[in-house]
């Protein structure tokens, strides 16, 4: 099969590593892969196997105004045909609204829309500071993602995207994100450089989603010999944050981690602090190497990966108390989450899906 995966650039986090995972792993299975960057920006390599094409030279950046989205939309396309020469491509998948957004004004063939967050969340805060604003977010989303064909990480986002988000008309199909189970429990035995135990461990870039002040008050009413250990890169506001809440010596912001599974895995306890994901990827990883999890209820994807047999340790968003109290009894009695189903994540079954969506047309 022929299949091209269009993304802004590979700088950030969950979406452009879910890509470059998406395009290792198809290429691996003997199929002809196209990576497109709307912008040349790298900063996570992408997998030899791949040809990699950019709209843009070295380091240089689209217009995001609708002019320069038309003009990388005439490109994209421009790009796609002439490398669809006499064997077109199968499947062409863009993620995250800006890509989204150009590959559907380059009305590309065989196009399926990456959705990998809740996005009515993003519509709810904005309606509290803008209501306009919010209103023109949703018709844009609406004009956008109406009788496409779009791919949601989770159920939770496929709920979403049909209930609360009203998308009409489209065919919506769940395809979790890949992991590979097994180079994750190998690579957590790699060595790092690991603070003194026990911890607990949080990882997400600084930003309100993640809400690190809700996870600073909760840790703030805790009393246990842990630290917190952040795996997010320092920020002067992040930093304030904690000596206000008088945490400098039981907080330490131990910045990016290009291997954090041995951090995962030597912690007691991974804890999601998140008002809204699509799918975090980080209580799968920490499942896969037996690091228990507390995690908000968010939407989307904690309950869908955790399911009601651990309800206990899911609370409410934005509920300090309620976060602090699940991480004391988790870190007294640790839950067994040996028995969450995580086949249903294994990179394999994720490929086979997307090869399935190839076949479909």
């Known amino acids: 099969m022929k299949i091209a995966l269009i993304v802004t650039n590979l700088v950030g986090g969950g979406a452009e590593k879910v890509m470059i995972k998406l395009a290792a792993g198809l290429a691996g299975r003997g199929h002809e892969i196209h990576l497109i960057l709307l912008e040349h920006l790298i900063e996570h390599a992408p997998p030899p196997q791949v040809a990699v094409h950019a709209l843009t030279g070295a380091n240089q950046r689209l217009s995001k105004g609708v002019l320069g989205k038309w003009a990388a939309a005439w490109r994209l396309r421009r790009l796609l045909r002439r490398l669809g020469g006499q064997r077109p491509f199968d499947l062409v998948v863009s993620t995250l609204p800006f890509a989204d957004e150009v590959a559907v004004r380059g009305r590309l063939p065989r196009h399926w829309c990456r959705i990998a967050d809740t996005l009515s969340t993003e519509i709810a805060r904005l309606r509290r500071s803008s209501p306009r604003k919010a209103a023109r977010r949703l018709r844009r989303y609406h004009k956008l993602y109406d009788h496409r064909r779009l791919i949601a990480v989770s159920d939770g986002v496929a709920d979403d995207l049909r209930g609360p988000l009203g998308i009409r008309g489209a065919r919506i199909e769940r395809v979790y994100n890949p992991f590979d189970l097994a180079v994750i429990r190998a690579r957590a035995t790699e060595p790092a450089a690991l603070p003194p135990r026990p911890y607990v461990i949080h990882i997400g870039r600084f930003s309100r989603q993640k809400r690190h002040d ?148």
């Open 214 to 361: 809700v996870l600073l008050d909760a840790w703030a009413r805790l009393d246990v010999p842990h630290r917190l250990v952040l795996l997010v890169a320092p920020d002067p506001q992040l930093s304030d944050m904690i000596s206000k809440r008088g945490l400098d010596q039981r907080v330490t912001i131990a910045g990016f981690q290009a291997n954090p599974y041995p951090w995962i895995a030597a912690a007691d306890l991974l804890v999601l602090s998140s008002d809204h994901e699509g799918l975090p990827n980080v209580i799968i990883e920490a499942l896969a190497l037996g690091t228990p999890v507390v995690s908000t209820d968010c939407p989307a994807g904690p309950r869908e990966i955790l399911g009601e047999r651990f309800a206990d340790f899911l609370v409410p968003v934005g509920d300090a108390a309620a976060l602090a109290g699940a991480m004391a009894r988790a870190l007294v009695e640790p839950p067994d989450m040996s028995q969450v189903d995580l086949a249903r994540f294994d990179a394999p079954t994720v490929w086979a899906a997307y090869e399935r969506l190839a076949a479909d047309g």
